[in-house]
């Protein structure tokens, strides 16, 4: 009597664990570096979290999702001080975690995707906007998230010329991220055929960006720079790092609007952006995290809901069957852009619309109508497949 | 003087009606019409006779999903951003009361008899259900991310739901209150209609770009129908609203910025025809004699008339800004 009492309790507790069977986990890893850099609006200046903040609220999201696949999403963040190895880090992440969403420079991103191939890890580069990675230094195990140089320019150029402003000034800092950003700004304006009708380097003597007296002195310095230009529509500044962009709107000489890295900004998304249902997003967000959401967080966003948006459609949580899925062709994930995104197959970058914003208002969106593509009008931004030098490995 | 000439007409429209005369259905298709105006925050009521504006009715902000009350007494519409359900009297045509929809309600669903409304929260992926008599809320459903769709099925005891993140259509028991099955569909799905028969329901993805049909028993996706546009790229094709006739013969779709309505065969699945309409088309409602459908068309600030028997599209009326949803008297 009581081994069968034994046995039908044995049996029940089986049924009932076969029943709630345990969730499958789905381990996404974000590495990034420690710190935040100046901008030279206070506005601007980025939070503690950026971009991990949107991978957050992408995690939540999937676990709405995942509850009902029975599937549980968690996130472990990783943050390299300046000295500390970054594969290291990395290669500790990917011992718990199949994904991992960086935001890191280009040579550190190279040396982890290197060392974690064999692992067979999936990156998403969240915050690289380098050229390179997508062309000579392509990788198979890294999908990008984050728009590149040349289709933030293109984007811009789009809509410029749409405008009718196709004579540039161009403004170019000292760094060299502003140089690619300055070359990216040329290759666009030969392909939709704006005139930089002159070049002018805004050298970066140093100094600190917060002052108790800037504004006098900015307001002397500028309209002195930007003087004796030829004939222009538009400035068109270069400055990725922060040095003088945002001094130059209503301080030109002669009373000509901003773009590129002031006034008129390329970006992937903007707290003002709430089109396409964006708004319930931008609202999960502030709950969230108390704050709007920025670009960073986006392209982090994006990449967590790519993973997530795969581990349902193929209902597994295996890093190899959800990668395949990610690289096959059925693969696109919604991100409130009003159009489907997917990926270039021959670099992994995700193709998607630019908004172009003033920081208060989304003032377009491109690829602009009539910039026409046999595939994708999408890809009427950055360099596309016939253009590539991108050989995955 | 007045309300002699209108004792006069009342006695005239009850002799017609006694006399079996068909007299009051002189103009054959007199129905009126509510638009719901997104950005203008306003109803505009269309007369079906002259195909004008009548009226315009303020409201709160952000006015999207709208819907008649059973009874035909009153308009429903829900302004997300006012986190409330209106309620417009038909008679008055002014506001006199609202629902507690629950924080961001955008479409919603009233089962047969009218006496309970289901309300998709967008921003709190809930649905809220709510007394319609008594105006009070009876409790509220954990559903995906993003719930906008809304559907009953014809018997009353399956409530469909989807959630445009989360990418699913949720079967909901209405006695329970219990998600029963989830069926994962094609990118942000923002519509769900049911067949009158109950044998299908119809599921539009926006960003995927197509309708899934889906067995309501097996809570399986059974088939699909596509899109093609010669001319038109992929991505501009984006499903919303589905309209069906009552024999389940032919369904409308709106396709949105493709500008178009697709006729479907229902029986084959397969897109007969495609009508030109205003930009960005929403949503739609037929007369209840089906005669004709009438489309919201959001960027171009109309509503399209669609002959139904004819397929064709025989008027453009203007309404306030960025139409949405749209209602028409039973």
């Known amino acids: 009597m009581i081994r069968w009492l034994v046995g039908l309790i044995g049996w029940s507790l089986a049924a009932t664990s076969a029943l709630a069977a345990d969730p499958v986990t789905i381990g996404v890893g974000y590495l990034g570096v420690a710190g935040t850099r100046a901008t030279l609006s206070l506005v601007e200046q980025p939070a503690e979290n950026d971009g991990v903040a949107g991978a957050r609220l992408a995690i939540e999201d999937n676990n709405t999702t995942g509850k009902f696949l029975n599937q549980r999403f968690t996130l472990e963040e990783r943050r390299v001080k300046e000295g500390e190895d970054v594969v290291q880090a990395a290669t500790d992440l990917a011992a718990r975690n199949g994904f991992i969403v960086t935001d890191l420079p280009a040579d550190a991103l190279l040396k982890v995707s290197d060392v974690l191939r064999e692992r067979g890890t999936l990156l998403f580069n969240a915050g690289a906007i380098d050229e390179r990675l997508r062309e000579a230094d392509c990788r198979a195990n890294v999908i990008h998230t984050a728009p590149t140089r040349a289709m933030l320019a293109d984007a811009l150029g789009q809509y410029l010329v749409w405008k009718k402003w196709s004579r540039w000034l161009l403004v170019v800092g000292s760094h060299d991220e502003d140089k690619l950003f300055a070359d990216a700004l040329r290759r666009t304006a030969t392909r939709f055929g704006a005139k930089i009708v002159q070049e002018r380097t805004f050298e970066d003597k140093g100094g600190a960006r917060r002052t108790d007296s800037g504004v006098t002195l900015i307001q002397r310095q500028m309209p002195v720079f930007t003087q004796q230009a030829p004939a222009y529509d538009v400035l068109v500044a270069a400055d990725e790092s922060e040095v003088f962009g945002a001094y130059l709107p209503y301080r030109t000489w002669d009373p000509r609007p901003v773009a590129g890295s002031a006034g008129l900004v390329p970006r992937s998304w903007d707290a003002a952006q709430d089109q396409w249902g964006a708004i319930q997003m931008q609202n999960r967000f502030f709950k969230l995290n108390s704050r709007r959401m920025t670009a960073l967080d986006m392209q982090a966003w994006t990449a967590v809901r790519m993973i997530g948006e795969a581990t349902s459609r193929t209902n597994s949580g295996d890093v190899k069957k959800v990668t395949d899925f990610i690289k096959g062709p059925d693969f696109s994930v919604a991100a409130f852009k009003g159009t489907r995104l997917t990926l270039r197959d021959w670099n992994l970058q995700l193709r998607q619309p630019i908004l172009l914003v003033d920081g208060r208002m989304v003032v377009s969106v491109s690829p602009q109508e009539g910039f026409l593509h046999q595939v994708s009008e999408l890809d009427t931004l950055g360099y596309d497949r016939p253009e590539s030098k991108c050989k995955l490995k | ?330």
């Open chain 2, 1 to 330: 003087m007045q309300i002699e000439v209108r004792t006069q007409m009342s006695r005239i429209w009850r002799v017609g009606l006694l006399s079996g005369l068909a007299l009051v259905a002189a103009p054959a298709h007199a129905f009126i019409a509510y638009v719901s105006n997104e950005k203008s925050n306003t109803i505009s009521v269309i007369d079906t006779d002259t195909w004008t504006v009548t009226k315009t009715i303020k409201v709160g902000q952000r006015p999207r999903g709208i819907d008649f009350t059973r009874d035909g007494k009153f308009v429903m519409v829900a302004v997300g951003d006012d986190d409330t359900i209106q309620v417009i009297d038909a008679k008055t045509q002014s506001v006199v009361d609202s629902l507690p929809s629950g924080p961001d309600p955008e479409l919603f669903a009233q089962d047969a008899a009218g006496k309970t409304l289901y309300v998709a929260n967008e921003n709190d992926n809930t649905v809220t259900v709510i007394d319609l008599a008594k105006r009070a809320r009876l409790g509220d459903i954990q559903v995906g991310v993003e719930p906008e769709g809304m559907t009953i099925s014809p018997d009353g005891k399956t409530l469909i739901n989807t959630s445009e993140t989360t990418n699913m259509a949720h079967f909901i028991d209405t006695a329970s209150r219990q998600i029963v099955a989830n069926v994962l569909v094609d990118a942000r799905p923002r519509f769900a209609e049911f067949r009158h028969d109950s044998s299908e329901v119809w599921v539009s993805s926006e960003i995927g770009g197509t309708v899934s049909i889906i067995d309501p028993g097996k809570h399986e996706v059974i088939g699909k129908v596509t899109f093609e546009i010669p001319g038109l790229r992929k991505e501009a094709i984006q499903p919303v609203g589905i309209g069906m006739t009552r024999d389940d013969k032919t369904a409308f779709v709106a396709l949105g910025p493709a500008n178009r309505i697709a006729v479907v065969d229902v029986a084959s699945r397969k897109v007969t025809k495609y009508l030109l309409v205003g930009q960005r088309v929403w949503h739609m409602a037929f007369t209840p004699d089906e005669k004709y459908l009438l489309t919201t068309n959001g960027v171009s600030n109309d509503v399209s008339v669609i002959d139904v028997a004819a397929q064709k599209v025989i008027k453009t009326i203007q309404v306030g800004e960025l139409p949405w949803g749209i209602t028409i008297a039973p």
